[in-house]
């Protein structure tokens, strides 16, 4: 009965904290509130600068977890014949100082973390991927969102030396 009473006494302590922060940071997280469904997008990636386009769909969810701190964001992508990459992906503001921060795993194996910004209807992302194999990559991308924010489009670059590069692109639009 006391670890009961503990734990739910943890669980309002937790709530109460969390609303109050989230009254604190709204800013951050408002454009994912308007971004809330089911997306489906055409994509074009490619490994290099010089490599041929790969072009295929991806559909990912805007969901909010309990507290509205915290927006998860599981999706998929299929590319030609390759297999089905599958990831979930956590947008959240860090409690302790108050920045946007973003972290994700794919099924392969990649993993990758973000620092992030929304100005009107555009997140911009400053992210470090780690491949399966350990190598690393920086990337920057920008989701524009439709001025309904039904649609939306991507562009990322990734950096190699001191250039950056288009590497990634979709359009996309709302499908629930």
Same mark, same amino acid.
């Given at each position: ?5 503990? &734990?739910? #006494? ?8 969390? @609303? @109050?922060?989230?009254? $604190? %940071? ?10 809330? =469904? ?15 386009? $790969?072009? =295929? $769909?991806? $559909?990912? !969810? ?13 999706? %998929?992508?299929? #590319? ?8 979930? %992906? ?32 555009? !997140?911009?992302?400053? #992210?470090? !991927? ?9 990337? %920057? &991308?920008?989701?524009?969102? =439709? ?8 562009? &990322? ?5 001191? @250039? ?13």
């Amino acid at each position: 009965m006391t670890r009961l009473i503990t &734990c739910i #006494l943890l669980g309002l302590i937790a709530s109460l904290s969390t @609303a @109050a922060f989230a009254d $604190e %940071q709204p800013s951050q997280l408002a454009g994912f509130q308007r971004a809330v =469904g089911k997306w489906v997008n055409s994509e074009r990636i490619r490994d290099s600068r010089d490599a041929t386009w $790969e072009t =295929g $769909e991806s $559909e990912w !969810v805007v969901r909010f977890m309990p507290g509205g701190l915290v927006v998860e964001t599981p999706g %998929q992508m299929k #590319l030609g014949d390759n297999p089905t990459v599958s990831w979930v %992906q956590v947008w959240g503001i860090d409690p302790t100082n108050g920045n946007p921060f973003s972290r994700w795993f794919t099924n392969d194996g990649a993993n990758g973390n973000a620092n992030f910004e929304w100005s009107d209807r555009t !997140v911009k992302a400053e #992210l470090t !991927v780690t491949a399966a194999n350990g190598s690393q990559n920086k990337e %920057q &991308c920008d989701w524009t969102f =439709g001025a309904d924010f039904n649609t939306a489009s991507l562009v &990322c670059r990734r950096q190699s030396g001191d @250039a950056w590069w288009v590497f990634r692109e979709a359009n996309g639009k709302r499908s629930d």
